[in-house]
């Protein structure tokens, strides 16, 4: 089975490249995207299965918008054809007031209406988050306290609650300097979960990142900024934040990512029953 698989990715290569020789794979946060095919692995899976249909279908939405242009694409496979974009954003060293404007401004641009596009919604995501927090906090022996737990599992439920579907756009998912590069004099985004939901759930990923400086001043600061510059709603922008670092944290301690790991999760402690009223 698998050397068949390999060569139909061979094949495949071939056909959309001319001179390749084989299938490049994935690597996501590797901050480089090639212009050659990805194939994902463990094909069998469905839910890695789905995890490459939502990617698909995220680009072919976001038709090259604030988002890698796809240029051809096979779902059955998992396999995408990208164009080649330039330097990530992580590897230039900017500022986060910089940073977050490239990101905020970049995002922006794939946010459009998917209706009945078949992707998962904000509540789904929101529902998901949820479980995935109540069960790895205890697989990982409680690294945060249970109030910071407490915090995120209530958010989650509110922003649940809150999905609006006829509100809902197409969002990324999972915006962050390693899945930013340079395309000319802007930016572009890589590898989208895939989500129509509220626009304030991307936001609310910006919110995780940097956790050190967001605790240099009040961190409800930033999701002020992020709301203005949108004229989004900062109270959902906020309660995503809290949703999206302690998910982030938690996932950060289960693959050994530190210290990133400590740092989210100390934020998450110390924003603990913060509110933007």
Known sequence: MRAARSLSERALARSWVPGSRRLCPPRRGSGTVRQSVRARKNPGIASRKNAARHEITALRLADGEGCVALLRDDPELGALLLERLGTSLFKLGLPVAQRLEILCDTVTRMWRAAPDCGLPTGADRARQRGVFIAETWEILDRPCSEQAIDHALDRAHRRERAHDAERAVLVHGDVHQLNALEAGEDFKLIDPDGVLA?????????????????????????????????????TAIWEWGVIERVASGLHCEEIGLQPLGRQTLAAADAVTGLDMS
Request: charged share 30%; with cysteine; glycine share 14%.
């Open 198 to 234: 509220e626009a304030e759930c991307d936001l609310g990923i910006l919110m995780r990142g940097d956790p050190v400086e967001l605790l240099d001043g009040d961190p409800r600061q930033r999701a002020g900024w992020l709301a203005a510059r949108t004229g989004l709603d900062p």
